[in-house]
């Protein structure tokens, strides 16, 4: 499975400072040492004009030239630097290679950063520069009509389950149609001031791990009928877990478990490619967060290993015929419904 990293990059914060940028060194070393079926890459750039597909013009030139305001760089939650603007724009690179991995045939790809959804086209949020997942999946449907003439656009589902609602991606897409944008949240956390998605679950404080699930379950049931995706852009926050310090969920390492393996197989049943990036983790002990995200890993790497079964079958022409035909689907993705079994 294929990952794409942008740790190198670390922004001079001040002492104190409450983002734990740390996590990606670490989660980039224990995939190292753990997994080594993860294929890890440094992540490129995105260009100005990719990043243009969402960002106005003049906050795109104003991270690049360190003309932020001071009032945008308190918005944002970071000091402009030169890596600050090198690392938003890796950041976005990743999900996009991410994305395009999975929809190469790998089915299954990701960013160990990334889910920056507090970004809106004209100003940063959040700890959020530019919005990955919007850009990502803009960038994705233009190619794919470059690549196919005819026929529909590309429809890509937003699975936002990082603790905080993913209000600058919801603004982004508020008149698409193409993209559906799902975000399962905490009602009284960030932001205070939400943007509709197209379905969006609030969560009481202190909510644990079968009503989360439950959520889970029926905001996926809602997209099932109203939506058929050909890319899945999956926000996999270790934010819900009950350890961490801005959070105010109560969901454990199973049920955070348990929401990855949901959400993935919701995507394997109709052969939807899924591009995953980390999103929010602000543990009182970083590694409660990096652990979170191991598990992700371990998910991801048992659903790639079935897509990679999938496509080696198909090469040796033995795939079922059921298989193949959702293979063969373009346009509109079909496939059965399993329950969840832990």
């Not at 026929?151 to 937003?158: C, N, Q, Y």
């Not at 961490?244 to 394997?268: Q, T």
Request: some cysteine; hydrophobic content about 40%.
């Amino acid at each position: 499975m294929h990952a794409y990293y942008a740790d190198h990059f670390v922004l001079p914060l001040p002492s104190g400072h409450r983002f734990p940028m740390a996590k990606y060194a670490r989660l980039r070393e224990r995939l190292e040492a753990e997994l080594p079926e993860v294929h890890l890459h440094e992540a490129l750039a995105a260009s100005a004009g990719e990043l243009a597909l969402v960002h106005t013009p003049g906050y795109i030139d104003a991270v690049a030239q360190g003309r932020l305001t001071a009032a945008a760089q308190r918005e944002i939650g970071f000091p402009w630097s030169p890596a600050m603007a090198e690392r938003a724009r890796r950041s976005v690179g990743a999900t996009v290679q991410a994305c395009r991995t999975a929809m190469g045939g790998a089915g299954l790809a990701a960013n160990l950063a990334g889910g920056t959804h507090h970004a809106y086209a004209d100003k940063g949020s959040g700890f959020c520069v530019f919005n990955d997942a919007a850009v990502a999946a803009r960038l994705m449907q233009a190619e794919h009509a470059r690549r196919h003439r005819t026929g529909g656009a590309l429809r890509v589902a937003i699975i936002d389950l990082d603790v905080h609602q993913g209000n600058g991606t919801a603004r982004v897409f508020a008149d698409d149609d193409t993209v559906f944008t799902l975000s399962l949240h905490g009602a009284k956390n960030f932001p205070f001031r939400k943007e509709p998605s197209d379905l969006d679950v609030e969560l009481p404080d202190g909510c644990e791990d079968v009503a989360y699930l439950e959520a889970l379950e029926q905001a996926l049931d809602e997209l099932q009928r109203r939506f058929e995706p050909g890319l899945v852009i999956y926000l996999a926050g270790a934010d819900p877990h009950e350890g961490d310090r801005l959070g105010r969920l109560k969901i454990s390492y199973d049920g955070l478990e348990a929401r990855d393996r949901r959400v993935m197989d919701w995507a394997w049943q109709r052969q939807v490619p899924l591009a995953f990036a980390m999103a929010g983790g602000y543990g009182h002990d970083l590694d409660s967060t990096v652990q979170v995200q191991m598990n992700t890993y371990r998910t991801a790497l048992d659903y790639h290993r079935r897509w990679q079964a999938r496509r080696t079958a198909a090469a040796s022409g033995h795939m079922p015929a059921q298989t193949q035909r959702l293979a063969d689907a373009t346009e509109t993705r079909t496939g059965g419904w399993q329950n969840f079994a832990p």
